[in-house]
């Protein structure tokens, strides 16, 4: 069922559910990380990032850096 949402009115959050590993360069071990993703409702434009943890200092940093104009990331 499509929603119909105003420019601005809504974004949903969460994380992806599935952790992501990558390869630290200097050790070769594979990090564990967390899929942070944010999509606006009316336009579907999304946001992803890799993030250490799902708690609350990264989960709100990751919404700062979601939010912040293009020319900033």
């Not at 999304?46 to 989960?59: I, K, L, N, W």
Request: hydrophobic content about 35%.
């Amino acid at each position: 069922m499509r929603q119909v949402h105003q420019g601005g009115d809504r974004l949903f959050v969460d994380y992806s559910g599935l952790k992501a590993y990558y390869t630290d360069p200097t050790t070769g071990d594979g990090v564990a990380c967390e899929l942070f993703v944010a999509t606006l409702g009316a336009s579907s434009y999304t946001y992803a990032e890799a993030s250490p943890s799902q708690q609350v200092p990264d989960f709100l940093a990751s919404h700062v850096r979601a939010l912040a104009p293009i020319e900033e990331q």
